[in-house]
């Protein structure tokens, strides 16, 4: 049987100023009718490239050499005609970030009936009929309402299902999925997934799912590929991947992802050191040579071949035999100063009752007043010294607002924050040199929150200097410190933010945030911006550094695991208010509140045999202009009780050990009902 | 979309009001004594302080700012103190002929500049591109002046099309009968906005084709024509269409130099006369009139806008 795809030595190259990138070299792959195949690697390694190349759709400055055949047709050769004739009908493809690939300018109904349109000839109704029925499949809420809307109404998971479903209107051959569920929330990817494991069964199209997140491709993908600066350096069956990895940089993909119940006390993260190297420029031999542990001269002196290690089992590694081989565990590079003084009785920061609205712009006649938005909305939280408190939440849930109020950059509404006996409820133009310099920020996205302008040695000296930590003449030696402190030599000194990869500059603006000696850091989404490889790394070093300088961290994402692994508490955020608070360990074994139980169960396990049980929130977060009554879960929430649940708020149930869980339902019927299904982790 | 519009017109009160204070507070501090203008170098003290008696200049501020104010809505903007003569149905028959001149200068900018522009964007980098971007550069770099020379002598003299003289003697504008005299200001002024228009159109269409929608469109299997019609113009166009719009006023009061260089009776050309005469109330009319105008096809703008971008439209 002729595969649906046939890629044979693909190779592209970007041709630019700086020389010949080559984004992807001598790839073949081929995938089944019916089979999901999952891409995997970081960003830059050319998986987006191979799907631009199977499309026809790259741009100019790229040139392909090699064969794509599509059902035995050669696509490289096709005429733009069929070309045309193939994209949206045979050949469909689904990206990262709805937002952008929908129209605004455009309904719903006009965007999806032109696919239809487009390639086959059909009554205005039988179109329509067509959609409606693909809506539904989508799991879309009341498809004919939707059908007048623009795709800015929709909120990022319902993009994504027009997006989906538009993909797969006239029932293609081949999709190919490019990153489809980053950028979601977690409770929306595992409904999106869903939703794609059931359409791929019924279909049975083949599908090129293209990710980086492993627990993804473990749910949805039959075999794997990863991809490694623009090669294919191991190819496998889904469960032999993660049962027998070949390839060391599989291998370091497969740990560096902080695994269910991993805490900092029992280990540090596996990290891969180094980074992708340029495309222009590939190290001589195997690609991977720079970072792998296992790399002799042999590696560096030949390019390996793609081997066959067992039945369709391929990997592009010279000691494949003892890869799996590698030590599982390991530790912290250097020794954690001595256990955090346990006489931290005195708490550092005391967060009581604390509320952020945000007005609304008045109506311009000022006759209907408009709610305020309650974006936080009375949280109680204490830090002890030293101590990590996790943030975690869906988007739009008030954890971000959180680090911003702390640093003083958003108003308080009301509610008293005291840090270490002062009042910081004031904003940061009000607070006293000493103050600023006990609290200090690590922001998300680092390209933009150090100045382009500046050297990191300029940008490093600044907290030094405007808080004297130093005299003027060991300034110097304190900035290399700093920088070896985070791995970076002093090589980096005099280089500029863009000459840095994102996890160098994210270690310099970690860097700036321990240089005045502070006593709180608050890291808002500090990895999440950065590669697999390079969180773990990352993580790392923030604990080590926390430690070494008895630093607490109020620590902000939205990745369960991660925050599970570093903190020593944590809180469960939603709609501006906690719903659980406490021990890690308590947190994460029943009783848990039923919205922390379903983000647990939402999160895409990096096991393909993994026995998860699904717990789906339907919907969206609601706006915080318009919370629901009584308790703010009880429209989405799976466990909810009546009546009650609507009406009051609710009670804050103490569950032991200071663990606090605000809900209607009485600990022990949450910890029976949640024993029952929960796989003890 | 009407509560959007209805919105839009409320802001521009508000504008415009908050406007109209500005301009009565300057003509307040301008170090110009109307009665002096009015009754010359020569008139006695005596008089000139019966004549500002007479005019109300001694009254309290506010009153003052509040009489000028109702009055000027209710459309008696006073005499000009140059002419002697009512200012209100100078200013209309000015007005109109401004307003004709500035359509005509549209309906030749408008089309002209979205098609290249588009052309420009879809061809980027190669010879049509090039030949585009060029040309609007030399419209834009060359003055209006030189541009209405260089016509009134290529049309004028030599070819002699069309008259070089735009002056209507005093009679309402006709356009059965003074077409020919529009032409050549209205080209020159379409000249000064065609390369500007059309740069913004070029790099309005280049984002858009750049966008992950139209990559969308494209590999949903779309005719080509369909992408571009249906999917780019839609998108590309709303930024040059509020410019456009937003230029109007500008049509309409600010053409000075070519109103003089053809002789033509426009606005321009009567709010200059009035700055350098003194003439207080002729001022203050043409300042509001202005203002009026630029708030106003702001306000056009956006409505277009709001209608074009169902993003504005519904949030």
Same mark, same amino acid.
């Given at each position: 049987?002729?595969?649906?795809?046939?890629?044979?030595? @693909?190779?592209?190259?970007?041709?630019? !100023?700086? $020389? %010949?990138?080559?984004?992807? #070299? /001598? =790839?073949?792959?081929?995938?089944?009718?019916?089979?999901?195949?999952?891409?995997?690697?970081?960003?830059?390694?050319?998986?987006?490239?191979?799907?631009?190349?199977?499309?026809?759709? @790259?741009?100019?400055?790229?040139?392909? !050499?090699? $064969? %794509?055949?599509?059902?035995? #047709? /050669? =696509?490289?050769?096709?005429?733009?005609?069929?070309?045309?004739?193939?994209?949206?009908?045979?050949?469909?493809?689904?990206?990262?970030?709805?937002?952008?690939?929908?129209?605004?300018? @455009?309904?719903?109904?006009?965007?999806? !009936?032109?696919? %239809?349109?487009?390639?086959?000839?059909?009554?205005?109704?039988?179109?329509?009929?067509?959609?409606?029925?693909?809506?539904?499949?989508?799991?879309?809420?009341?498809?004919?309402?939707?059908?007048?809307?623009?795709?800015?109404? @929709?909120?990022?998971?319902?993009?994504?299902?027009?997006? %989906?479903?538009?993909?797969?209107?006239?029932?293609?051959?081949?999709?190919?999925?490019?990153?489809?569920?980053?950028?979601?929330?977690?409770?929306?990817?595992?409904?999106?997934?869903?939703?794609?494991?059931?359409?791929?069964?019924?279909?049975?199209?083949?599908?090129?799912?293209?990710?980086?997140?492993?627990?993804?491709?473990?749910?949805?993908?039959?075999?794997?590929?990863?991809?490694?600066?623009?090669?294919?350096?191991?190819?496998?069956?889904?469960?032999?991947?993660?049962?027998?990895?070949?390839?060391?940089?599989?291998?370091?993909?497969?740990?560096?992802?902080?695994?269910?119940?991993?805490?900092?006390?029992?280990?540090?993260?596996?990290?891969?050191?180094?980074?992708?190297?340029?495309?222009?420029?590939?190290?001589?031999?195997?690609?991977?040579?720079?970072?792998?542990?296992?790399?002799?001269?042999?590696?560096?002196?030949?390019?390996?071949?793609?081997?066959?290690?067992?039945?369709?089992?391929?990997?592009?590694?010279?000691?494949?035999?003892?890869?799996?081989?590698?030590?599982?565990?390991?530790?912290?590079?250097?020794?954690?100063?001595?256990?955090?003084?346990?006489?931290?009785?005195?708490?550092?920061?005391?967060?009581?009752?604390?509320?952020?609205?945000?007005?609304?712009?008045?109506?311009?006649?000022?006759?209907?007043?408009?709610?305020?938005?309650?974006?936080?909305?009375?949280?109680?939280?204490?830090?002890?010294?030293?101590?990590?408190?996790?943030?975690?939440?869906?988007?739009?849930?008030?954890?971000?607002?959180?680090?911003?109020?702390?640093?003083?950059?958003?108003?308080?509404?009301?509610?008293?924050?005291?840090?270490?006996?002062?009042?910081?409820?004031?904003?940061?133009?009000?607070?006293?040199?000493?103050?600023?310099?006990?609290?200090?920020?690590?922001?998300?996205?680092?390209?933009?929150?150090?100045?382009?302008?500046?050297?990191?040695?300029?940008?490093?000296?600044?907290?030094?200097?405007?808080?004297?930590?130093?005299?003027?003449?060991?300034?110097?030696?304190?900035?290399?410190?700093?920088?070896?402190?985070?791995?970076?030599?002093?090589?980096?000194?005099?280089?500029?933010?863009?000459?840095?990869?994102?996890?160098?500059?994210?270690?310099?603006?970690?860097?700036?945030?321990?240089?005045?000696?502070?006593?709180?850091?608050?890291?808002?989404?500090?990895?999440?911006?950065?590669?697999?490889?390079?969180?773990?790394?990352?993580?790392?070093?923030?604990?080590?550094?926390?430690?070494?300088?008895?630093?607490?961290?109020?620590?902000?994402?939205?990745?369960?695991?991660?925050?599970?692994?570093?903190?020593?508490?944590?809180?469960?955020?939603?709609?501006?208010?906690?719903?659980?608070?406490?021990?890690?360990?308590?947190?994460?074994?029943?009783?848990?509140?039923?919205?922390?139980?379903?983000?647990?169960?939402?999160?895409?396990?990096?096991?393909?045999?993994?026995?998860?049980?699904?717990?789906?929130?339907?919907?969206?977060?609601?706006?915080?202009?318009?919370?629901?009554?009584?308790?703010?879960?009880?429209?989405?929430?799976?466990?909810?009780?009546?009546?009650?649940?609507?009406?009051?708020?609710?009670?804050?149930?103490?569950?032991?050990?200071?663990?606090?869980?605000?809900?209607?339902?009485?600990?022990?019927?949450?910890?029976?009902?949640?024993?029952?299904?929960?796989?003890?982790? | 979309?009407?509560?959007?519009?209805?919105?839009?017109?409320?802001?521009?009160?508000?504008?415009?009001?908050?406007?109209?204070?500005?301009?009565?507070?300057?003509?307040?501090?301008?170090?110009?004594?109307?009665?002096?203008?009015?009754?010359?170098?020569?008139?006695?003290?005596?008089?000139?302080?019966?004549?500002?008696?007479?005019?109300?200049?001694?009254?309290?501020?506010?009153?003052?700012?509040?009489?000028?104010?109702?009055?000027?809505?209710?459309?008696?903007?006073?005499?000009?103190?140059?002419?002697?003569?009512?200012?209100?149905?100078?200013?209309?028959?000015?007005?109109?002929?401004?307003?004709?001149?500035?359509?005509?200068?549209?309906?030749?900018?408008?089309?002209?500049?979205?098609?290249?522009?588009?052309?420009?964007?879809?061809?980027?980098?190669?010879?049509?591109?090039?030949?585009?971007?060029?040309?609007?550069?030399?419209?834009?770099?060359?003055?209006?002046?030189?541009?209405?020379?260089?016509?009134?002598?290529?049309?004028?003299?030599?070819?002699?099309?069309?008259?070089?003289?735009?002056?209507?003697?005093?009679?309402?504008?006709?356009?059965?009968?003074?077409?020919?005299?529009?032409?050549?200001?209205?080209?020159?002024?379409?000249?000064?906005?065609?390369?500007?228009?059309?740069?913004?159109?070029?790099?309005?269409?280049?984002?858009?084709?750049?966008?992950?929608?139209?990559?969308?469109?494209?590999?949903?299997?779309?005719?080509?024509?369909?992408?571009?019609?249906?999917?780019?113009?839609?998108?590309?166009?709303?930024?040059?269409?509020?410019?456009?719009?937003?230029?109007?006023?500008?049509?309409?009061?600010?053409?000075?130099?070519?109103?003089?260089?053809?002789?033509?009776?426009?606005?321009?050309?009567?709010?200059?006369?009035?700055?350098?005469?003194?003439?207080?109330?002729?001022?203050?009319?043409?300042?509001?009139?202005?203002?009026?105008?630029?708030?106003?096809?702001?306000?056009?703008?956006?409505?277009?806008?709001?209608?074009?971008?169902?993003?504005?439209?519904?949030?």
């Amino acid at each position: 049987m002729t595969p649906v795809l046939d890629i044979q030595n @693909l190779n592209v190259n970007y041709h630019s !100023s700086r $020389g %010949i990138a080559r984004a992807v #070299r /001598d =790839l073949s792959l081929t995938i089944e009718g019916g089979e999901t195949y999952g891409l995997v690697g970081e960003s830059g390694c050319g998986k987006s490239t191979v799907a631009l190349s199977i499309m026809r759709y @790259l741009p100019r400055q790229a040139q392909d !050499s090699g $064969g %794509i055949r599509f059902q035995g #047709r /050669d =696509l490289m050769q096709a005429p733009a005609e069929e070309l045309r004739h193939l994209r949206g009908n045979r050949i469909a493809i689904v990206y990262q970030d709805p937002q952008s690939s929908l129209n605004p300018v @455009l309904t719903i109904e006009r965007q999806l !009936s032109e696919v %239809i349109a487009a390639h086959e000839e059909h009554s205005a109704s039988e179109s329509r009929r067509r959609i409606l029925d693909m809506l539904e499949r989508v799991r879309m809420p009341d498809p004919q309402y939707i059908l007048g809307r623009y795709p800015h109404q @929709l909120s990022g998971g319902m993009q994504q299902r027009i997006v %989906i479903a538009m993909a797969l209107l006239l029932r293609p051959d081949l999709v190919i999925m490019d990153e489809p569920t980053t950028g979601l929330d977690v409770t929306i990817e595992a409904g999106v997934l869903d939703i794609l494991d059931d359409l791929r069964r019924e279909f049975k199209m083949a599908i090129l799912y293209i990710s980086h997140n492993l627990g993804v491709i473990a749910r949805i993908c039959d075999r794997v590929g990863i991809m490694y600066a623009g090669e294919l350096i191991e190819q496998a069956p889904v469960n032999d991947i993660f049962a027998h990895p070949s390839h060391p940089y599989t291998l370091g993909l497969l740990r560096c992802v902080p695994r269910q119940g991993l805490r900092y006390t029992n280990e540090a993260l596996y990290s891969i050191p180094g980074r992708v190297p340029p495309l222009t420029a590939l190290p001589q031999g195997c690609a991977f040579a720079p970072r792998c542990v296992l790399a002799e001269s042999a590696c560096t002196a030949a390019h390996p071949r793609l081997e066959s290690t067992a039945q369709d089992h391929s990997a592009r590694c010279i000691h494949w035999e003892t890869v799996v081989e590698q030590p599982e565990r390991v530790t912290f590079t250097r020794p954690l100063s001595s256990q955090t003084d346990q006489n931290s009785e005195k708490n550092l920061l005391n967060v009581r009752g604390l509320k952020v609205y945000f007005m609304q712009a008045l109506d311009v006649l000022g006759i209907r007043k408009r709610p305020n938005i309650k974006v936080v909305d009375g949280v109680d939280f204490d830090l002890p010294a030293q101590r990590t408190l996790g943030v975690v939440g869906e988007s739009g849930c008030g954890k971000s607002t959180i680090a911003k109020v702390l640093a003083g950059l958003t108003p308080v509404t009301s509610g008293k924050i005291e840090f270490s006996g002062s009042d910081f409820a004031k904003p940061i133009e009000s607070r006293s040199s000493d103050s600023l310099q006990q609290l200090q920020m690590v922001f998300q996205n680092p390209d933009s929150s150090l100045n382009p302008r500046h050297t990191i040695s300029q940008t490093l000296s600044r907290p030094l200097r405007r808080f004297k930590i130093v005299p003027q003449d060991q300034e110097n030696e304190t900035i290399i410190g700093l920088l070896r402190s985070v791995n970076l030599d002093e090589s980096y000194l005099d280089r500029y933010p863009s000459q840095l990869s994102g996890g160098e500059k994210q270690r310099v603006a970690i860097a700036r945030a321990f240089a005045g000696n502070p006593e709180l850091v608050v890291c808002d989404e500090p990895i999440s911006s950065l590669d697999v490889s390079v969180q773990a790394a990352v993580l790392n070093l923030l604990h080590e550094l926390q430690h070494q300088r008895k630093v607490a961290l109020v620590f902000i994402a939205h990745d369960l695991n991660v925050v599970r692994y570093i903190s020593d508490e944590v809180a469960v955020i939603y709609l501006g208010r906690i719903c659980e608070i406490g021990p890690t360990d308590r947190i994460f074994s029943p009783p848990s509140h039923p919205y922390t139980e379903a983000l647990m169960s939402a999160i895409p396990v990096a096991d393909p045999n993994a026995q998860i049980n699904p717990i789906r929130l339907s919907g969206n977060v609601p706006s915080p202009a318009n919370p629901p009554t009584g308790c703010h879960f009880h429209t989405r929430c799976p466990r909810k009780i009546g009546a009650i649940c609507e009406t009051h708020e609710p009670p804050a149930q103490e569950a032991g050990d200071n663990h606090k869980i605000f809900c209607h339902i009485p600990l022990d019927e949450l910890r029976v009902l949640q024993t029952d299904v929960m796989v003890k982790m | 979309m009407l509560r959007f519009i209805l919105r839009r017109f409320v802001t521009l009160l508000i504008t415009m009001l908050a406007l109209s204070i500005l301009i009565f507070g300057l003509s307040e501090v301008l170090p110009i004594e109307p009665a002096l203008v009015i009754l010359g170098r020569e008139s006695t003290p005596e008089a000139r302080a019966a004549l500002s008696e007479e005019m109300g200049f001694n009254r309290p501020l506010p009153e003052r700012y509040v009489n000028w104010l109702v009055r000027f809505i209710s459309g008696d903007w006073g005499d000009s103190y140059r002419l002697g003569a009512p200012i209100q149905p100078l200013v209309m028959r000015r007005l109109l002929n401004s307003t004709i001149l500035a359509a005509l200068a549209l309906l030749i900018i408008s089309p002209i500049s979205l098609f290249l522009g588009v052309i420009a964007g879809l061809y980027r980098a190669r010879w049509p591109d090039r030949a585009i971007s060029a040309g609007s550069l030399l419209t834009i770099s060359l003055p209006d002046f030189v541009v209405g020379l260089l016509l009134i002598i290529i049309f004028s003299w030599w070819l002699k099309l069309l008259p070089a003289d735009s002056s209507l003697r005093g009679a309402d504008i006709d356009l059965a009968q003074h077409w020919r005299k529009l032409i050549l200001p209205a080209v020159t002024a379409a000249f000064v906005l065609v390369g500007y228009i059309t740069r913004v159109t070029r790099v309005s269409m280049i984002e858009v084709m750049d966008s992950p929608y139209i990559r969308t469109a494209i590999l949903k299997g779309l005719p080509y024509r369909t992408v571009i019609i249906r999917h780019a113009l839609r998108n590309a166009l709303i930024a040059p269409i509020a410019i456009i719009t937003t230029q109007f006023a500008w049509l309409v009061g600010g053409l000075i130099i070519i109103e003089q260089l053809f002789n033509y009776p426009g606005l321009g050309s009567l709010f200059a006369d009035a700055a350098r005469s003194n003439d207080l109330p002729m001022i203050a009319t043409s300042s509001m009139i202005t203002v009026s105008l630029i708030v106003f096809s702001q306000v056009i703008a956006d409505v277009l806008y709001g209608l074009l971008n169902p993003r504005i439209r519904f949030s």
